[in-house]
């Protein structure tokens, strides 16, 4: 398949994605007795920085901004948008992305993802599907899907799976495997909330292949919805976005 065929596949997959989000809001039927994929509408910001290395260029730094804003469009139905924009070492990055999915909060949650950003000149999009199953205090995540880069020679597959436990309501540790712009890593990460407070901690880790390292760590704030346990809020709020899925240009050519 090549550039522009890559590139079509995408673009179609974000327009048919868009339609989606259109069609389940206007037959959107609220049933007082319903459980919604979302608990209301809510968001969050947050801010990360910490560091990355790897064998084919100097060690870097790395800065990660993302807000999203989450909302019931359907009784089993959720819309989540975000935006966020970030640096790793020299390139500097900016986009887009949504979800579309259906979601219940005791035991599932299926849908679409689609992600555009600018990555020091470079237009990076995926399409692609998503799922989480829940299980007692445990979480099992997974994304798979079509990436383009322009200008790059990749793959053109991103995915990763993921287990999260909790060891209590409020504090998440979590393992995975993660691929992106032709890098494969081993990621770990926990997140930790004092309380009902809407805020919490997290550190998210990678190390994988060409001595590839990342380890950041930052604060995200919760609001628009009610006061609930950080568990709670990753089953009944917003689902997470992929941000942080970049790796240093010059490593993905």
Request: glycine share 14%; aromatic share 14%.
């Amino acid at each position: 398949m090549n550039y522009a065929q890559r590139k079509g596949v995408l673009l179609f997959s974000t327009a048919v994605m868009t339609g989606m989000f259109g069609s389940v809001g206007q037959a959107a039927d609220f049933d007082p007795g319903c459980t919604q994929a979302v608990s209301g509408v809510n968001g969050k910001l947050e801010g990360s920085g910490g560091f990355f290395e790897n064998d084919t260029s100097d060690d870097g730094s790395r800065y990660l901004g993302v807000a999203t804003l989450s909302m019931p469009i359907a009784c089993s139905f959720g819309l989540q948008l975000d935006v966020g924009g970030g640096q790793i070492g020299d390139d500097e990055y900016f986009g887009v992305g949504g979800h579309l999915f259906m979601r219940d909060p005791a035991s599932y949650l299926v849908g679409l993802h689609a992600q555009y950003f600018d990555l020091d000149g470079n237009d990076v999009l995926r399409a692609g599907a998503e799922a989480e199953f829940y299980l007692d205090q445990v979480t099992i995540s997974a994304v798979a899907g079509l990436e383009d880069i322009s200008n790059f020679n990749t793959d053109d597959i991103y995915g990763g799976i993921e287990a999260g436990l909790y060891a209590s309501d409020n504090f998440r540790i979590s393992a995975g495997y993660r691929h992106f712009m032709d890098t494969d890593v081993a990621a770990f990460g926990l997140e930790m909330q004092p309380g009902s407070f809407p805020a919490s901690f997290f550190v998210d880790g990678m190390v994988g292949t060409n001595d590839y390292m990342s380890v950041t760590g930052g604060l995200r704030f919760y609001f628009g919805g009610s006061e609930k346990s950080l568990k709670a809020r990753h089953r009944e709020d917003d689902p997470g976005s992929y941000f942080s899925w970049v790796n240093n240009i010059e490593d993905s050519v």
